[in-house]
């Protein structure tokens, strides 16, 4: 702790010291002057979006779960973070094609509490809906206190603290409201009566407040099992009501959220139900298709609808791009798709349909591509010359008591003893890795002040599963290091399976990469800049999928620094 205590002091002192970025940082800080991302694909190369065309998906890397609205000419996504803050990020468009993020729903400590949560606990499946000048952010904290609502008259925020809702359980809360000022909430929940098989759920719809959103009325069971019960559907979650003509429609994801994962319509005269099972269902998967396709797009589900207007409808969904079998690092993404309507049911893919990779614009005036591309191949090179960061950027659980900050030019991350390897709070802000094959770089300075501690560059999926490629000290040298943890069973502190020494000045930037390409992972390093020397090659990145280290996020890279007690 006094440790910790004089690097603060030191940083704070030369923040407040200095008009530029310092030559050499405060004792034991990791100064980084830049961060360089760039993702090329060859399926993009294979299928350009040219002239009037987009390309799927059009929110590549982890962006998981999107919900969408719409107000007027503006359309607006939010996604799943779990338990990475700041949380919810919230997109917008006017093409429906270029997304910029403008925000976080949860952008404050207090509003959540993540601590001691897996990465892929914390927030899932946010719905947004827009009523009256004011927006709304229906989502659940699993394992953190339940489902809540937070709310918002300008959607990149402030939001508001959440009102949680003690009554409502299981996940998933969605909000309709309806024509006649009545708000209805749906859910996720047990069935009423004991669970049949596992995966057996049941979606609940009850009327609520339109100002506390409490219930005042019972719930009730509006589809039970999934649409085809005897066949035993597992997990129809993520519901969402829309009105059409005289028909309600409810629409829910079923099949979890794997290479089963589907989307399955419902529709009704009464909001209440009876719901009615499209017979055509699903209206959206993959999953009957040839496993050995190329190019292939898996596990799509998870639909929200809008309309634009000429009267055309799109759906944004989540479908993941494997690089083989079903591994992926880059986590479930977001696509879109047109909807048409046949016998007024919406459908989106029919018969062997593929989801594409290239499709026909929206029949929307096109927007600018903005700063951070989200979709197709690109390169972004950031050189921490703003005031924050930029709000695509992730914390673990929260920035707990790490300390960043970012002075002309330059991020200064100070270390905690808070380790990456055990549901703390690191010293680590991180990006998503965007494409099967990536880079990441970065040019550090840094001087470790004792033996174990160590700042560097991290490929991360959770705390049991990633790549550190980090300087430290090994037997009083300073040296460059590869650590890998591959599971639960290895040190939390990671094992060394690459080391070399560092000749030049410790004051002088260390320049470290990280390559991408699929299910294997490059890692270099160099002290003058570009003349890179490769300390590992072909490390097995399949540690880094969901297939293997298990939960619902896409690989990370991130910063970190970590000053051992």
Request: with cysteine.
């Amino acid at each position: 702790m006094k440790k910790r205590a004089i690097l603060l002091i030191a940083l704070l002192a030369a923040l407040g010291a200095c008009a530029t970025a310092p030559t050499t940082p405060p004792a034991g800080v990791a100064q980084f002057d830049w961060f360089e991302y760039s993702g090329h694909d060859a399926v993009y190369d294979a299928h350009p979006a040219g002239p009037g065309e987009y390309n799927n998906p059009i929110l590549t890397g982890f962006y998981p779960d999107p919900a969408i609205t719409q107000v007027g000419s503006d359309y607006y996504i939010v996604n799943s973070t779990f338990s990475y803050f700041p949380g919810i990020p919230i997109f917008h468009s006017r093409d429906l094609v270029n997304w910029t993020q403008i925000g976080n729903v949860i952008d404050r400590p207090g509003m959540l509490n993540f601590d001691g949560l897996g990465i892929s606990r914390g927030v899932f499946a946010p719905t947004i809906a827009h009523h009256n000048g004011t927006f709304y952010v229906a989502n659940t904290c699993v394992d953190c206190r339940g489902n809540f609502i937070v709310s918002a008259t300008n959607p990149a925020g402030p939001w508001s603290d959440p009102i949680w809702l003690p009554q409502i359980g299981g996940i998933d809360p969605s909000l309709f409201f309806d024509t006649d000022g009545k708000v209805y909430l749906m859910n996720n929940d047990a069935p009423p009566e004991p669970p049949l098989y596992d995966g057996h759920r049941a979606i609940w719809i009850r009327e609520v407040d339109p100002v506390t959103f409490q219930s005042i009325t019972e719930p009730v069971v509006i589809i039970n099992g999934g649409v085809r019960r005897e066949e035993r559907p597992i997990w129809i979650e993520g519901p969402h009501i829309f009105k059409r003509g005289d028909y309600y429609y409810l629409s829910a994801a079923e099949g979890g959220t794997a290479e089963g994962h589907s989307q399955v319509i419902l529709r009704s005269r009464n909001v209440l139900g009876p719901y009615v099972a499209n017979p055509n269902n699903p209206i959206l998967t993959q999953r009957h298709l040839d496993r050995s396709r190329a190019e292939p797009i898996t596990s799509v589900g998870h639909a929200d609808y809008v309309q634009t207007p000429d009267g055309q409808w799109w759906a944004s969904f989540l479908g993941v791009r494997p690089y083989q079998g079903d591994y992926y690092n880059t986590g479930r993404e977001t696509f879109l798709m047109p909807v048409r309507w046949v016998d007024d049911w919406p459908v989106i893919t029919s018969g062997d349909e593929r989801v594409p990779y290239v499709h026909a614009r929206p029949n929307l005036p096109a927007q600018r591509a903005p700063q951070f591309p989200m979709s197709g191949n690109f390169a972004v090179r950031e050189d921490f010359d703003w005031s924050t960061l930029a709000n695509h950027w992730l914390f673990i659980r929260g920035p707990g008591d790490s300390f960043v900050e970012m002075a002309n030019r330059a991020l200064l991350l100070a270390p905690t003893s808070q380790h990456i390897g055990r549901l703390q709070h690191p010293s680590f802000v991180g990006r998503r890795q965007q494409h099967m094959n990536a880079s990441a770089s970065t040019a550090m300075i840094y001087t470790p002040q004792g033996p174990g501690d160590e700042a560097g560059l991290m490929a991360f999926q959770n705390d049991d599963f990633y790549y550190f490629l980090a300087v430290t000290t090994e037997n009083g040298a300073r040296v460059v290091q590869v650590q890998r943890r591959a599971g639960p069973n290895e040190s939390a502190d990671g094992v060394v399976i690459a080391s070399a020494r560092l000749i030049g000045a410790a004051d002088a930037p260390v320049f470290l990469k990280i390559d991408a390409r699929g299910g294997l992972y490059d890692f270099s390093y160099s002290e003058t800049e570009g003349a890179w020397t490769p300390l590992l090659r072909d490390a097995d990145g399949t540690i880094l999928s969901t297939r293997t280290a298990g939960g619902f996020v896409g690989a990370v890279f991130g910063l970190y620094a970590y000053d051992a007690p």
